[in-house]
Nanobody, 120 residues
Framework: QVHLVESGGGLVQAGGSLRLSCAAS????????VGWYRQAPGKERELVAQ???????TYADSVKERFTISRDNAKNTVYLQMNSLKPEDTAVYFC??????????????WGQGTQVTVSS
């Protein structure tokens, strides 16, 4: 079984920064693609950033040059560094990780979500 624990959300003023973390635990053999999504009230969940197993990254246009996705394979942890935050970045942020675990095929796992609120 795999557990994902997110942390790092909170309230910040516009222009500020936050770093989200997503730590995976369990019978993990390897972590493949990783990503961060967000969902604002009344809106659909959208992709914010993703990193392929080979390290290539993709960002939503709205966060390019401000957000950076990274990973620490030794710690089974994924990060999202968010700089120059704007009120429109306010949302619940979810990590999504493709993980190969013992005796099971690679599967997609979601974090519990962490609230990010940016005040103007």
């Amino acid at each position: 079984q795999v557990h994902l624990v997110e942390s790092g959300g909170g309230l910040v003023q516009a222009g500020g920064s936050l770093r989200l973390s997503c730590a995976a635990s369990g019978n993990i053999i390897s972590i493949n693609a990783v990503g961060w999504y967000r969902q604002a009230p009344g809106k659909e969940r959208e992709l914010v950033a993703q990193m392929a197993s080979g390290g290539s990254t993709t960002y939503a246009d709205s966060v390019k040059e401000r957000f950076t996705i990274s990973r620490d394979n030794a710690k089974n942890t994924v990060y999202l560094q968010m700089n120059s935050l704007k009120p429109e970045d306010t949302a619940v942020y979810f990590c999504n990780v493709w993980i190969k675990v013992v005796a099971r095929p690679t599967g997609s796992y979601w974090g519990q979500g962490t609230q990010v609120t940016v005040s103007s």
